[in-house]
């Protein structure tokens, strides 16, 4: 058997395309190895063998540690691997993203650095969170005033559906108690999706930080993404399980979060909508399976792109038949 150090690296011509793999892998409790170019994951119950070539991103939960080979051979097959909580509702740390192409981060600053397209996709971020309502026309200021009025009609609409008295939100930062049990349940669950999101923007090889609705913050985007899902998928898990009982809100709002975040596979709609957003219209993956191929270009003049490792002499020349390097 040949040792890992001596196995040829893979190239993207023998992986599997990013569209034909499994989006997310979830393990926990169980210690992931490698076997030839699959990863293993052994527990109480046996092993199971993954190939690595199939996997989006590896979502690693409680309990589970990873060798050095495992890690490897995910490198080598351009899987991403996350660091998470329980079901993926919390983030702690990444490797690399799901992705070879910046194509999604280019288009991601694109957006970004265009006022007028930063506040398009500001539109689309609240057409999506409220469809019956159209953002054509409305200026940032009064797209934050149209979103707090519908931030009220939803908390006063929970509050009637689930018969808990609602006073108003009320969180003090580092201060989890200091809420009543429906504020309490309502920043588990933000703190949870967060972490769900933060996970995705990672994955996808997006900026965390290059928000259209928030700025200033290294998370910026992470809370634009999170907010798509607030008072369809958070808010109202958390008014649900305060309406069920006092008793430990922070960790029943994690775990019925995570139920409804699996039933609702809210982590693949969450790669859809950041793809919808960003990319132009019509197109939801980068341009030519570019995502599957390891492509380094130069910026030339007119938008132009040209080959990398050569010498390029002159405009009219051709670059050297030989690598710069």
Same mark, same amino acid.
């Given at each position: 058997?040949?040792?890992?150090?001596?196995?040829?690296?893979?190239?993207?011509?023998?992986?599997?395309?990013?569209?034909?793999?499994?989006?997310?892998?979830?393990?926990?409790?169980?210690?992931?190895?490698?076997?030839?170019?699959?990863?293993?994951?052994?527990?109480?119950?046996?092993?199971?063998?993954?190939?690595?070539?199939?996997?989006?991103?590896?979502?690693?939960?409680?309990?589970?540690?990873?060798?050095?080979?495992?890690?490897?051979?995910?490198?080598?097959?351009?899987?991403?691997?996350?660091?998470?909580?329980?079901?993926?509702?919390?983030?702690?740390?990444?490797?690399?993203?799901?992705?070879?192409?910046?194509?999604?981060?280019? !288009?991601?600053?694109? %957006?970004?650095?265009? =006022? #007028? /397209? &930063?506040? *398009?996709?500001?539109?689309?971020?609240?057409?999506?969170?409220?469809?019956?309502?159209?953002?054509?026309?409305?200026?940032?200021?009064?797209?934050?005033?149209?979103?707090?009025?519908?931030?009220?009609?939803?908390?006063?609409?929970?509050?009637?559906?689930?018969?808990?008295?609602?006073?108003?939100?009320?969180?003090?930062?580092?201060?989890?108690?200091?809420?009543?049990?429906?504020?309490?349940?309502?920043?588990?669950?933000?703190?949870?999706?967060?972490?769900?999101?933060?996970?995705?923007?990672?994955?996808?090889?997006?900026?965390?930080?290059?928000?259209?609705?928030?700025?200033?913050?290294?998370?910026?985007?992470?809370?634009?993404?999170?907010?798509?899902?607030?008072?369809?998928?958070?808010?109202?898990?958390?008014?649900?399980?305060? !309406?069920?009982?006092? %008793?430990?809100?922070? =960790? #029943? /709002? &994690?775990? *019925?979060?995570?139920?409804?975040?699996?039933?609702?596979?809210?982590?693949?709609?969450?790669?859809?909508?950041?793809?919808?957003?960003?990319?132009?219209?019509?197109?939801?993956?980068?341009?030519?399976?570019?995502?599957?191929?390891?492509?380094?270009?130069?910026?030339?003049?007119?938008?132009?792109?040209?080959?990398?490792?050569?010498?390029?002499?002159?405009?009219?020349?051709?670059?050297?038949?030989?690598?710069?390097?």
């Amino acid at each position: 058997m040949t040792t890992p150090a001596s196995r040829p690296a893979l190239t993207p011509r023998h992986l599997t395309r990013t569209a034909e793999r499994l989006s997310f892998i979830y393990l926990e409790r169980c210690t992931v190895h490698r076997d030839a170019n699959a990863i293993t994951a052994q527990d109480a119950e046996g092993t199971t063998h993954i190939p690595s070539a199939t996997i989006g991103t590896l979502l690693l939960g409680p309990g589970t540690r990873i060798t050095h080979q495992a890690m490897s051979v995910l490198g080598e097959t351009g899987a991403a691997v996350c660091w998470v909580g329980e079901r993926g509702v919390r983030y702690y740390a990444s490797g690399r993203a799901l992705t070879r192409s910046s194509a999604l981060m280019e !288009a991601q600053a694109h %957006q970004w650095a265009n =006022p #007028r /397209t &930063r506040l *398009a996709v500001t539109r689309a971020m609240y057409r999506q969170r409220f469809p019956d309502e159209d953002p054509a026309g409305l200026s940032r200021r009064e797209l934050l005033g149209s979103e707090g009025k519908r931030m009220k009609d939803c908390y006063r609409a929970e509050s009637a559906r689930t018969g808990i008295p609602w006073r108003g939100r009320h969180y003090t930062p580092g201060d989890f108690s200091s809420g009543d049990p429906v504020n309490q349940a309502i920043t588990a669950a933000a703190q949870c999706m967060y972490g769900i999101s933060h996970a995705v923007v990672t994955s996808l090889g997006c900026s965390p930080a290059l928000g259209f609705v928030h700025s200033g913050h290294e998370l910026s985007f992470v809370l634009d993404i999170a907010d798509l899902y607030k008072t369809e998928v958070g808010i109202p898990v958390a008014f649900d399980t305060a !309406a069920e009982t006092d %008793q430990d809100i922070g =960790p #029943r /709002t &994690r775990r *019925a979060l995570r139920d409804r975040i699996n039933e609702t596979a809210l982590l693949d709609r969450c790669v859809n909508d950041i793809k919808r957003l960003l990319l132009p219209p019509g197109e939801t993956a980068p341009p030519h399976g570019a995502e599957d191929r390891d492509v380094v270009t130069l910026h030339s003049d007119g938008g132009q792109h040209l080959p990398s490792g050569f010498n390029h002499r002159g405009p009219d020349e051709h670059p050297d038949a030989e690598l710069t390097w």
